[in-house]
């Protein structure tokens, strides 16, 4: 592309005597004002924008997709410029190259639209497609609009302050200038403004929002959903004789020990007389730390006798202490009650922002409330002792997994594991998935031929890759669809197996690895993870029940009797 200076054409001003024409006022207003963009900058943010409507794990609406639109048009935008500026450098060219005629820009903007139309058609064709797959309505012909003026006025936003932020460079490099030459001062100019940037959002920006985050979720977490109500049973925390008080366990704790199967419920089910199931939670109002927290959980165990109990549950939550609860009722449904389930809260923020800032306290609360409970339950005679598991979805599978560096760890310590959802922070999943036995891929993994650890999508993949299965077992339940599962910061800058390999069976064969936009897509893919239905994304529900009684194989209990329960439990 060749293009030419506009100095003499541009400021040519009418010198008629009603003033300049309009044609000319035009040409003045665009050398004003659109000669300030990068050409190629918008080249590549147009690029960015295209590549943003490709599809990704799952179905967005408008204002998400919207969202990622823009800052892919922004970053697209950033990415043009500074590669114009390095080959500039690279020729060591001291004058800005010639500035192209409003003709190319005319003809940039009727690409850009005529581009933006038809990837439009195309993202309302994969969007029905994946929509259709899952079982989720259509977009209505609205929403495709709206997703150009969400982007739109996102790209203003981060072009403003990108803009901001260059025009500070500048100025602080025009200042060095008197004291250094100009590529020393360009240099020196951007790594202070570079460190600034970085303290400002981590240390001002991150304070602030971190602060605003753990208001908004620790209001919501003192909040009590409209079906829960305190325990009237001892054998509940907040209830009569509780050690913890109601008000402490916080909004999903107070869920946790409100709800499940009644005893009725299950003398029904399963046609004997059932005992009361024994919830133990301890929230982060509850006590001062974790450490804390879970010697009070422990201490909550032993006032309701749950160690004589025929299983002892540990369940990892999520930061806001959420336990998805179908993991819960189908071990109290599969021993007739006869089961103590314990947990501890250890933040406010909800699952999705926890795995990316709370990750520590989350795997010290693993390890501690685990400890906890094992050091107990090896002090009981062998002959005795209750049957003890781990379980936990999203970052409470990253907390569940915490105490224990290997797969044969977790088969020696426990009786058995339930992950469902794991997170990319979940060391032992990544290690034991990047360990795969070869020829199986990254969304179904083989490990050690199945002998301890089944990956699995759904009850079908519980036999796979043998029925037999000795020891203790360990199910990581995983949908291949799941953004909480496959989001990785590396996913920017390099393409993960799961799109090389053959995809899972939720996976649209035209979605494609793309630079950045992956990653953006798939951020945006973790905040509405949970929208959609049963076994896709990050919704787990009726594959539970099928992987308990695999990993525990509870007497006299049947396929059939897993079918006849799967419709009676829920997530929440």
């Not at 850009?112 to 079982?135: C, P």
């Not at 495709?144 to 203003?156: G, K, S, T």
Request: proline share 6%; hydrophobic share 45%; glycine share 8%.
């Amino acid at each position: 592309m060749s293009s030419t200076s506009e100095e003499s054409t541009d400021t040519v001003v009418d010198e008629r005597e009603d003033g300049p024409s309009r044609g000319t006022r035009l040409k003045v207003w665009w050398y004003n004002h659109i000669r300030q963009y990068s050409y190629s900058g918008c080249v590549v943010a147009l690029l960015f924008l295209w590549a943003s409507a490709t599809p990704s794990l799952l179905p967005r609406g408008w204002f998400f997709q919207g969202a990622v639109s823009g800052g892919s048009a922004a970053i697209g935008y950033g990415v043009g410029t500074f590669l114009t500026w390095l080959a500039r450098f690279m020729v060591s060219r001291t004058e800005r190259w010639p500035v192209p005629t409003w003709k190319w820009w005319s003809g940039l903007g009727f690409v850009g639209l005529a581009g933006t139309a038809f990837m439009m058609y195309w993202f309302a064709h994969w969007q029905d497609e994946l929509r259709d797959l899952m079982g989720v309505e259509h977009l209505t012909w609205t929403a495709y609009p709206l997703v150009v003026i969400v982007a739109l006025i996102v790209f203003a936003i981060l072009m403003s302050i990108g803009q901001a932020w260059g025009a500070g460079l500048k100025w602080l490099v025009r200042k060095l200038n008197a004291f250094a030459p100009p590529r020393v001062s360009a240099v020196v100019g951007a790594a202070i403004v570079v460190v600034l940037t970085i303290f400002i959002v981590n240390g001002v920006f991150a304070n602030y929002a971190m602060r605003a985050l753990n208001s908004t979720f620790s209001a919501a977490n003192n909040e009590t959903k409209a079906d829960s109500a305190p325990p009237t049973s001892t054998l509940r925390s907040g209830g009569p004789g509780s050690l913890v008080t109601w008000n402490s366990l916080g909004r999903e704790g107070r869920v946790f020990v409100s709800r499940g199967p009644t005893v009725q419920q299950l003398s029904a089910f399963n046609g004997t007389p059932a005992v009361e199931p024994i919830r133990a939670y301890a929230g982060l109002d509850s006590a001062p730390n974790v450490n804390a927290a879970a010697d009070l959980a422990v201490k909550e165990l032993e006032r309701t006798n749950a160690f004589s109990r025929k299983v002892i549950a540990v369940g990892g939550t999520t930061g806001s202490g959420w336990i998805n609860k179908s993991m819960v009722d189908s071990l109290e449904y599969m021993y007739n009650g006869n089961v103590a389930t314990v947990s501890i809260q250890y933040s406010y923020l909800p699952s999705w922002l926890s795995f990316i800032v709370d990750k520590e306290r989350a795997r010290q609360a693993g390890i501690a409330i685990f400890e906890a409970v094992s050091e107990k339950v090896r002090a009981i005679p062998e002959a005795q002792r209750p049957k003890l598991v781990v379980f936990g979805e999203s970052l409470g599978s990253f907390s569940g997994e915490a105490s224990f560096g290997s797969i044969p760890t977790i088969a020696a310590r426990t009786d058995g594991a339930l992950f469902s959802g794991p997170t990319f922070n979940n060391q032992l999943w990544l290690d034991t998935t990047d360990n795969r036995d070869a020829g199986s891929p990254e969304v179904k993994p083989i490990f050690h031929n199945g002998k301890q650890v089944r990956f699995i999508a759904d009850q079908n993949d519980l036999t796979r890759p043998t029925p037999d299965w000795p020891g203790n077992r360990i199910v990581y339940l995983q949908h291949a669809s799941d953004p909480i599962t496959w989001w990785n910061p590396d996913l920017a800058f390099s393409e993960p197996d799961w799109l090389t390999e053959p995809r899972g069976s939720d996976v649209l064969g035209a979605t494609t690895w793309i630079p950045i936009v992956s990653f953006l897509q798939l951020s945006a893919d973790m905040a509405v993870s949970v929208n959609v239905p049963d076994g896709h994304g990050h919704h787990y529900l009726s594959a539970v029940p099928y992987a308990w009684a695999s990993i525990l194989q509870p007497p006299g209990w049947t396929v059939e009797k897993t079918q006849k329960l799967e419709p009676l439990l829920t997530r929440d």
